[in-house]
């Protein structure tokens, strides 16, 4: 587990970090987003115990990465955007490096094999490592955060420049990773975060603004309850239906598809879900549903808002 209680980093005036706070619980992988300048990197930085916090602590697996840093760094593995590879080394020779480095306990030929398994770089196991492509270093910087089987694995933009296909594989590889480890993932490609995260933390301006799973702070940030529908039927009858629905506050017109297919805008009261209702009612009166879609936020949507100054919590916790 990691735990943030109260961390602050300041630079002289500046509070890069401002009393943050939050938790990434045993096997969650934790999506940590923020725009450039916002405190991300520094409490990287403060999280793999690279700098020292102003106030506050960093806990890994209950361990004050301050008060003792080599018990706290020896259950981390970290992958920082520039993977920290030597380059004249080969894969096999770098990886016993870190294995030594490490004074990793575990069998080492069979360690080291089971890793390179893990993330597909046997094949270039006897390879110089500056002879791989980007997407191969970038697993073996991958591997080399796995060395000793930490309990938490800290990745700092993990598929940067990364192809496609590479990029979907690695993103298979944290989602596997995340059954037995706590992950943090940082990312500046919301789309990765959306794929791979159990929750999302987003820090601006040094200040945690949101700390939930994107569900709930899609539901949480939107102004409005909204579905719009498409759906073949006469006009008027259509309308008075939905109008006549318990929690419907308004029906607006929109698109007309033909004589008989028109777009719905419903918007129902907070907190209701009419959907259900919606498709039960309009088969009863042999209203054909062609299209239903809500207004929910896309993670983009909730990144923008909340960094343009509109903050929420969990509603619990600090």
């Known amino acids: 587990m990691i735990e943030v209680q109260n961390l602050s980093k300041h630079y002289g005036d500046k509070k890069a970090v401002d009393n943050i706070s939050f938790k990434a619980e045993d096997g969650e992988i934790l999506g940590f987003l ?6 991300k990197s520094t409490t990287m930085n403060i999280l793999t115990g690279y700098i020292s916090s102003t106030s506050g602590k960093a806990l890994i697996d209950g361990i004050d990465i301050l008060e003792e840093p080599l018990k706290a760094k020896s259950k981390i593995g970290y992958l920082p955007e520039l993977p920290p590879l030597y380059l004249d080394m080969t894969v096999k020779e770098y990886l016993n490096f870190i294995y030594d480095l490490k004074k990793c306990k575990l069998p080492r030929n069979t360690h080291l094999k089971d890793i390179c398994s893990l993330v597909k770089i046997e094949h270039v196991y006897n390879r110089i490592i500056k002879n791989l492509s980007k997407g191969y270093k970038q697993r ?5 955060a796995l060395v000793g089987n930490p309990n938490v694995l800290i990745l700092d933009e ?3 420049g990364l192809d496609p296909k590479q990029i979907i594989e690695i993103r298979t590889l944290i989602k596997k ?3 037995n480890h706590t992950v943090i993932l940082s990312s500046h490609i919301l789309s990765e975060v959306q794929a791979v995260c159990d929750k999302i933390v987003v820090i ?3 200040k945690i603004v ?3 799973t994107e569900d709930n702070l899609s539901q949480r ?3 409005d309850h909204r579905i719009t529908v498409r759906i073949e039927g006469e006009q008027r009858k259509v309308t008075e239906f939905l109008e006549g629905m318990k929690n419907v506050v308004k029906v607006d017109i929109g698109a007309r598809h033909s004589d ?7 918007e129902a009261k907070e907190g209701a879900d009419i959907r259900r209702e919606l498709f039960i009612g309009c088969a009863e009166r042999g209203y054909i549903i062609l299209e239903m879609k809500s207004s929910e936020l896309t993670l983009e949507d909730i990144f923008l808002r909340l960094t343009m100054g509109e903050a929420i919590t969990d509603g619990g916790e600090d």
């Not at 923020?34 to 405190?39: K, L």
């Not at 008989?260 to 419903?266: A, C, L």
């Open 34 to 39: 923020g725009p450039n300048g916002a405190g």
């Open 140 to 144: 073996v910087g991958l591997a080399q």
């Open 158 to 160: 993990p598929t940067v």
């Open 177 to 179: 990773l995340g059954r």
């Open 204 to 206: 601006n301006e040094g």
């Open 210 to 212: 949101a700390d939930d």
């Open 221 to 223: 940030l939107s102004s």
């Open 260 to 266: 008989d297919v028109i777009e719905y805008r419903v």
